[in-house]
């Protein structure tokens, strides 16, 4: 029996082909990531990113967006705002019977309270004007993925893969593995995320055949972590994200721990030595529009 052709076969490329999105995440968190992400898509090596639209920064984001609407661009759903006195708010309610406000009033601090306070109904309201005000704002959406992970959750799941079919576009989706569940806390539902992922492959929907996420932490030399990372991407389509930001007094004073590396990110993705290395290791550099158009032309 004839193998279905996979997504980046659909897109004209060969199975063999190394295709990698280059994702920048976090894109509306502060001035210095949207200053930062936007200079590393003008770099032409990230190939697109996603904007937490709750966020404080996300009306700048999109003014950056405008000067060259082309950027590929998606929404980070949240349900989480990690920081200790940087807090953002839910889009869709102030009400504390959804669920989704701890004691002050904002997104959960970690995956887990979300996941055990925000009812269901409350999660799809919330993520889906998530995306209707980045559209409303001018964003040719082209994707949705998830901040800290919360809405790939077997609880959230569904909702997020019924938005993707509702507004027509690509959810950042990898396939899975027993051992990758289990290493990621999803035992007792392993099961069910297999059956579903299984059923989501089977039915066309595109899915990553790798991801490189834990890219988070400082490094004596960030952009060699980055060379090696991808020269040893294999065949098939990857999806390999990164937290862009500039270091500042304004990154120092969110969250110090993280400030450095992220402002480590950045400058590894507007290095030559990058660029080199995508071309010495023949990597297809794709972003998230070219699915979602060959989604829509061929629904």
Known sequence: MKNTPSIIQKLGFNADDKVVILHIDDIGSSHSSNVASFECLD????????????????????????????????????????????????????????GLLDSEGCLWRTTEEAITNVTTIAAETELRKQIQTALDNGIDVTHIDTHMGTV????????????????????????????????????????????????????????????????GGGYEDKTAYY?????????????????????????????????????????AFINPRLKECIKDNDIKIIGYREIRDYLRTND
């Open 227 to 267: 060379y090696k990372l991808i020269s040893e991407i294999e065949a098939g389509l990857t999806h390999l994200l990164f937290h862009a930001a500039k270091i500042s007094p304004e990154l120092c004073a969110i969250d110090a721990d993280s400030a450095e590396w992220r402002n480590q990110d950045y400058e």
């Open 43 to 98: 770099y032409r090596i990230a190939s697109c990113g996603s904007i937490i639209v709750p966020a404080p920064w996300f009306l700048e984001a999109v003014a950056f967006y405008k000067k060259f609407p082309k950027y590929d661009m998606g929404v980070h759903l949240t349900l989480t705002c990690e920081y200790n006195l940087y807090r953002w708010r839910a889009l869709s309610s102030v009400d504390p019977c959804t």
């Open 152 to 215: 790939m959750d077997p609880k959230f799941l569904p909702i997020y893969l019924k938005l993707a079919r509702e507004f027509k576009i690509p959810a950042f989706l990898p396939k899975v593995t027993r051992p990758l569940l289990l290493e990621r806390g999803f035992g007792k539902s392993a099961d069910f995320v297999l059956e579903m992922f299984q059923k989501l492959e089977t039915s066309g929907v595109p899915m990553l055949d790798h991801i490189i996420i834990d890219t």
